[in-house]
């Protein structure tokens, strides 16, 4: 499958610090980014997207921030929560959406 | 909150033996989409369906797995027969339309978790 590659495989940070996910994706045809949050025994639940056209989407302490001529994008996560921890996924969407491998984040209390 | 359901949530089950997994989407949805996700990696997509219709299933091992969608509403997923590297989560998601193109925002079911012994 056109792969979808993520960074860190794993991240441990302390409560109340910033939190930063990387991905880079190969085909151009993708027009849809974006990340999924999973806890344990559940589904992943869309927690933020961006779409080419613009370079940053904020939510929250929640931002993703788009190169389009690096095809990479990132995920940072502000002043992390204990709550936040779970495993978050990049994907790149267009007529199928592809998977990263995942990171799993732990925030220290 | 509509959310997509699937069963059963666990099965256990011998090599060589059949399974299957039902899929019910959110209501209105007329994409449909069977992901595995094999412990600790991401999901892979296994096949998509636009309504009735198969849209891709180019990853899916059609040697022993098949998928329906009869109605273009809930969808099943069969592996006949089993094996031991089918030990995974099935995952049933399920998108929206805006006009021609699909949101992209897919929403998951809590899954179905396999194990082969």
């Known amino acids: 499958q056109q792969q979808v590659k993520q960074s860190p495989q794993s991240l441990i940070v302390q409560k109340g610090g910033i939190s930063i996910i990387n991905c880079a994706y190969e085909?151009?045809?993708?027009?849809?980014f974006p990340w999924y949050q999973q806890f344990p025994g559940k589904g992943p639940a869309l927690l933020i997207a961006i779409r080419p056209d613009v370079s940053e989407k904020k939510e929250g302490r929640f931002t993703i921030s788009f190169n389009k001529s690096a095809k990479q994008f990132s995920l940072h996560i502000m002043d992390s929560q204990p709550g936040d921890s779970a495993t978050y996924f990049c994907?790149?969407?267009?007529?199928?959406?592809?998977f990263g491998a995942g990171t799993r984040l732990f925030v220290k209390a | 909150e509509a959310e997509v359901a699937q069963s059963p949530r666990y099965k256990i089950t011998e090599k060589s033996q059949a399974v299957a997994f039902w899929c019910d989407p959110i209501s209105g949805h007329a994409t449909l989409y069977w992901y595995r996700q094999i412990l600790g990696q991401g999901p892979e997509l296994l096949v998509q369906f636009q309504d009735e219709s198969v849209v891709d299933d180019s990853q899916l091992p059609k040697d022993r797995f098949s998928a329906e969608r009869l109605k273009g509403v809930d969808s099943t997923l069969k592996i006949q027969p089993a094996e031991l590297g089918d030990s995974a989560m099935y995952l049933c998601a399920s998108s929206s339309r805006e006009g021609a193109r699909n949101t992209g925002e897919l929403f998951f079911g809590e899954g179905s978790r396999l194990t082969v012994l």
């Open positions: 085909n151009t045809a993708f027009d849809y």
């Open positions: 994907a790149a969407g267009g007529f199928k959406t592809i």
